[in-house]
């Protein structure tokens, strides 16, 4: 059901037909629900939209709200539903683990969880073999920068600005967004570098990054030899030689920044820092918790696209399609460094997670998901480059396969981040048209857009008419 405008612009966009239909809401009035939510719910759980959606039902890359209103959901729950919202595969094969059996702890052995690691290892290059399961992407990062520290009997860890990593005590320390900062000790050995951000940082020009869309800035390269490689890797030495002793226990870095808006980095620049880090006795961890699974459209793993294998890797978010698991993935040798004591973790591998995860990686693969994201992604990031270059405010588009940012600005020239309240009105356009999107960035002013890894040509069509539509009513409001 279309919301007609009082602007002049009309939007041409219409949305694909689905022929699925929701069930009847049948739960609270909408008022109550918000009267739960006011006193009932922790309220650093901050919701979006001014006039926030009660959903009530998931079809694919389809959302239903309480009063039947459809959505195209270009965030998926936070970068996690990578199948497909109630994907009949994975909802067929976590029932039957239910009528099973829901639970019980890895003391013991069940077929699930020995059938998962199996499956998921053979997904990894050698010698990442050996897998400890989790609950959250926090837990997976917490628990790898434990094992760098035991393996490697030093203590600094170097994660890159812009990053997150999670919000537990540890992990806040290499989460480096001053949003997610809380004011009490936390992180300590934790430093963080420079961010190579061939868009908004120092360097970097139209060549740089492994991207179907180059940013607009000028490129003073020449073939084979990046410069703004080469002056983010010497701010990386700085930061080693100056902050930090000289061994150190790790690196961790996304292969693609996801809550800083898709940030890319200069091609190579991850190879060299690996190998200086792999110098100072430090191991290498790659956070996939947001890239992997086939996301970025050319690889299944984010790393695999720099060309590097990580000493450790870790796994959330799509991993489950939106149940609650997590892993960290890594060599023999490493993980007996964590055998020397006991570590346990309660819930981590029960059999109703492995059951989804592995209903996961068969749905990647019967339904050509990654092959998907890459087609339907480099569609995406093309048809967002030509409003790139018709609208002033739309400074940066990046990405690989399903993993996009659209960064906002004031103009392209100062690169200035546009507005919140601006960025605000233009997003929730988009919603009252039917598109949901995510934001990011340090100043929230990066559109994101991750969808469920099943979309298609059709929905980016639709999708990229709205928010074109949006941009036009922002000049109209101007």
């Given at each position: 059901r279309q919301q007609k405008w009082k602007s002049s612009v009309s939007t041409q966009a219409k949305m694909p037909p689905c022929d699925f239909v929701p069930e009847k809401y049948e739960s609270y009035p909408y008022e109550h629900m918000q009267k739960i939510r006011e006193q009932n719910i922790a309220p650093s759980l901050r919701m979006?939209?001014?006039?926030?959606?009660?959903?009530?039902?998931?079809?694919?890359?389809?959302l239903f709200d309480h009063e039947g209103r459809r959505y195209l959901d270009l965030f998926a729950g936070i970068v996690t539903v990578s199948v497909g919202h109630c994907h009949p595969k994975v909802t067929m094969a976590t029932q039957k683990q239910l009528a099973r059996l829901w639970h019980t702890a890895n003391i013991y052995m069940y077929p699930p969880i020995h059938e998962y690691a199996e499956k998921l290892?053979?997904?990894?290059?050698?010698?990442?073999?050996?897998v400890y399961l989790t609950n959250s992407g926090s837990e997976a990062n917490d628990l790898a920068m434990f094992m760098a520290r035991l393996h490697t009997r030093n203590f600094d860890i170097i994660a890159l600005r812009g990053g997150y990593h999670g919000g537990s005590p540890y992990t806040l320390g290499v989460t480096s967004l001053t949003p997610y900062k809380h004011g009490v000790a936390n992180g300590f050995g934790c430093t963080a570098t420079m961010l190579p951000d061939v868009f908004r940082g120092p360097w970097?020009?139209?060549?740089?990054?492994?991207?179907?869309?180059?940013?607009?800035?000028?490129?003073?390269?020449?073939?084979?030899?990046?410069?703004?490689?080469?002056?983010?890797?010497?701010?990386?030495?700085?930061?080693?030689?100056?902050?930090?002793?000289?061994?150190?226990?790790?690196?961790?870095?996304?292969?693609?920044?996801?809550?800083?808006?898709?940030?890319?980095?200069?091609r190579n620049f991850l190879k060299e820092a690996y190998q200086l880090i792999r110098e100072r006795g430090g191991l290498c961890i790659s956070d996939e918790v947001q890239a992997g699974f086939g996301r970025t459209g050319s690889h299944f793993w984010g790393f695999q696209t720099h060309g590097v294998v990580p000493d450790i890797v870790t796994l959330a978010k799509g991993i489950g399609n939106g149940?609650?698991?997590?892993?960290?993935?890594?060599?023999?040798?490493?993980?007996?460094?964590l055998a020397q004591n006991l570590h346990f973790n309660t819930f981590g591998g029960n059999p109703l997670a492995c059951v989804a995860g592995a209903a996961v990686l068969d749905a990647i693969e019967e339904d050509s998901l990654q092959k998907n994201s890459e087609d339907v992604g480099t569609y995406m990031l093309l048809e967002l480059a030509k409003l790139r270059d018709k609208f002033e405010i739309v400074g940066d588009v990046r990405g690989k396969g399903l993993m996009i940012g659209v960064e906002m600005v004031t103009d392209k020239d100062s690169r200035c981040p546009l507005p919140a309240e601006e960025i605000s009105q233009i997003w929730e356009d988009c919603k009252d048209m039917g598109v949901l999107i995510g934001r990011g960035g340090l100043y929230s002013q990066t559109f994101r857009i991750k969808p469920p890894m099943c979309i298609t040509k059709r929905d980016v069509d639709f999708a990229v008419e709205v928010f074109r539509t949006a941009l036009q009513r922002h000049i109209e409001r101007a």
């Open positions: 979006h939209y001014k006039k926030p959606l009660l959903l009530h039902q998931g079809h694919m890359q389809w290892t053979s997904l990894f290059p050698d010698p990442l073999k050996v970097g020009g139209s060549h740089c990054r492994d991207s179907p869309v180059q940013t607009v800035r000028k490129c003073s390269c020449t073939e084979g030899a990046c410069l703004a490689k080469d002056q983010y890797i010497e701010q990386f030495k700085d930061t080693l030689n100056t902050s930090v002793p000289k061994t150190v226990a790790g690196f961790i870095a996304e292969p693609i920044q996801g809550v800083n808006g898709a940030v890319q980095y200069p149940f609650p698991m997590a892993a960290v993935v890594t060599t023999k040798e490493i993980a007996n460094s």
